[in-house]
């Protein structure tokens, strides 16, 4: 019974929102008992008075109560089974949105460990075994002992004596079934994670078929997926093996039982001390006992899966995020930034190694260096994706950590190499987290970024829907959405990473010089290694082994830094 103790621990908190509906669920279970019993007992006043004792009057009386028991029955198993369903599904939608909710508080550092997939398993497969649980499980399981203490009732109230033998046999049933229900539990958490595999190939495979298809790598990608699926079925074998365990060996224990009230019953009838009605209304109660006593032990073992489910939701509800924001608005003027002996790793790899450095306001910050060198990391920094291991980080000489975080990110705007496109308006992608759109800003943002006049020929101008992934735009048109999404909210730093890598000249030279037009009154930061990128640079921060090797402008750099006279000749 450990497990539902689990369960129950798990579940109580949220079960007490759910009192009136649980207990209409718990009346109708009552009811659906009783009923059931009812049924059993009335086959001894069916035989012996109407059949045996020829009673005319119970004749036309018995019928109706047959008729009022199995209607009591039927509106009670009504009641339950629609009212736990409600709780059961209620309560999944309630966890997928909490479990989503807790997830998208943590930190970037979480969702490197776990892959897509299991997150996605989690969040759908292992909530709806939790909803299994709930609304039919749990219920059923109530629902059967309340019924089989009922029908227990009516066996002990017809013969005592036949009752002990009857159910002496089943207490040497414990052992085995507390063993198969380990075994089932193992299995069961087994083939959860398997499931979090498939998921992660499945998403892996989808999110890269061009380079799959490109590389004709399709029959490598079915190959490793067919080695997840076949484990999962094997593990499904096992578990499905071991829980089919358990009714034949409650039928085999049954058929004992029923064999010792033949012989014991039959000789009692013969001497005259149990009626003929009374052993049929006996045996009657004791084959529908049979039915809850197995139904409980296979639920008993099937909860085995969901105590795995449970524990792998709670596991990540539990999870609390490490970064954590300050009580500080953004300042309304940004005057500086400044990294102070900066030092970040990755566990035991350590890529900044003591960097500092200052940039000012109305500067472009031109960040270059060798891939490795610790550019993104220093972006990451900067929008506390991550937390420094040792030094500060200041905005206007206080500490960013002291900042709330969704201020701080709010004035931030960036654009990375990876271009991230929604399904969804081409409005909607550029007010991308703002709780209403503003029309004449999304159109204002689309002009700086050099991409109204495409979407202004594009059917539906702003609301024109784009593809998953912007599948249905150029490389440099998703790239310009991106950008236009970084100047929406007007934010007083921007980060350009690697954001005119995919366009032309041209439109690279048209970045560049509203860059430089929107300087003011912000701080600009543009990682590249095209230096026509950073030609309108202020200063150029030049790593080199998580250090910095240079800090100047682009002429000082060009005559004292040996590093980055190598990137220029690169180039």
Request: hydrophobic content about 45%.
């Amino acid at each position: 019974m450990n497990s539902i103790k689990i369960i129950f621990s798990r579940f109580k908190g949220y079960l007490k929102d759910y009192i009136p509906q649980f207990c209409i669920a718990v009346l109708g279970m009552i009811m659906a008992a009783i009923g059931t019993a009812g049924s059993a007992y009335l086959i001894k006043d069916v035989l012996d008075e109407i059949f045996i004792s020829k009673n005319e009057s119970l004749l036309y009386i018995l019928p109706y109560i047959v008729v009022a028991v199995f209607f009591l029955k039927a509106l009670g198993t009504y009641l339950q089974q629609y009212f736990t369903a409600y709780i059961g599904h209620d309560m999944v939608r309630r966890f997928r949105f909490m479990l989503l909710e807790n997830l998208l508080r943590l930190d970037l550092s979480f969702f490197n460990r776990l892959r897509t997939g299991e997150l996605i398993s989690r969040n759908t497969n292992d909530i709806d075994r939790i909803r299994n649980v709930v609304s039919s499980m749990i219920p059923d399981f109530a629902r059967e002992i309340i019924t089989a203490i009922c029908l227990l009732a009516v066996v002990i109230y017809q013969s005592p004596k036949l009752a002990f033998f009857a159910l002496v046999v089943f207490p040497a049933a414990i052992y085995p079934l507390s063993l198969l229900a380990k075994k089932i539990k193992k299995y069961s958490h087994q083939s959860q994670a398997k499931i979090g595999d498939m998921t992660s190939a499945l998403s892996e495979i989808f999110t890269n078929i061009e380079i799959i298809k490109a590389n004709n790598a399709a029959d490598k990608e079915l190959e490793r997926f067919k080695s997840h699926n076949e484990r999962f079925f094997h593990l499904n074998i096992k578990a499905e093996r071991t829980s089919t365990l358990v009714n034949p060996l409650m039928e085999t224990l049954g058929a004992v039982g029923i064999a010792i009230v033949i012989i014991i019953g039959g000789s009692e009838v013969i001497s005259g001390t149990l009626s003929v009605g009374g052993f049929f209304s006996f045996t009657t109660a004791l084959f529908m006992l049979y039915t809850p006593i197995k139904r409980i032990s296979y639920l008993y073992n099937k909860m085995q899966d969901a105590v795995a489910a449970t524990e792998r939701t709670f596991e990540l509800l539990n999870q609390s995020p490490n970064i954590i924001g300050g009580n500080l608005e953004f300042p309304r003027s940004l005057l500086s930034i400044s990294f102070n002996d900066v030092r970040f790793g990755y566990d035991e790899n350590e890529i900044l190694k003591g960097v500092s450095f200052k940039a000012n306001s109305d500067e472009i910050i031109g960040i270059v260096g060798t891939s490795g060198g610790g550019k993104t990391t220093i972006i990451n920094l900067l929008m506390r994706f991550y937390d420094a291991n040792n030094g500060q980080i200041l905005i206007n000489q206080s500490e960013i950590s002291d900042f709330e975080l969704q201020s701080l990110r709010q004035n931030i705007g960036i654009v990375t190499q990876r271009i991230y496109i929604f399904n969804d308006t081409i409005a909607a992608n550029v007010a991308y987290g703002a709780k209403e759109i503003d029309e004449n800003r999304v159109i204002n943002a689309l002009k700086v970024a050099n991409a109204w006049d495409f979407v202004e020929n594009m059917e539906g101008g702003v609301h024109a829907m784009l593809d998953e992934f912007g599948a249905n735009l150029s490389g440099g048109q998703r790239q310009r959405i991106a950008i236009a999404r970084a100047l929406y909210n007007e934010p007083r730093i921007l980060i350009f990473d690697e954001a005119t890598s995919a366009l032309d000249f041209e439109s690279e030279r048209i970045i560049t010089d509203v860059i430089e037009r929107i300087r003011s009154g912000r701080i600009i930061f543009v990682i590249a290694h095209r230096q026509s990128s950073i030609k309108n640079a202020t200063k150029i921060l030049v790593l080199g082994g998580g250090k910095v090797v240079g800090f100047d402008s682009k002429e000082a750099l060009l005559q004292n830094c040996e590093a980055f006279k190598k990137l220029s000749h690169i180039e």
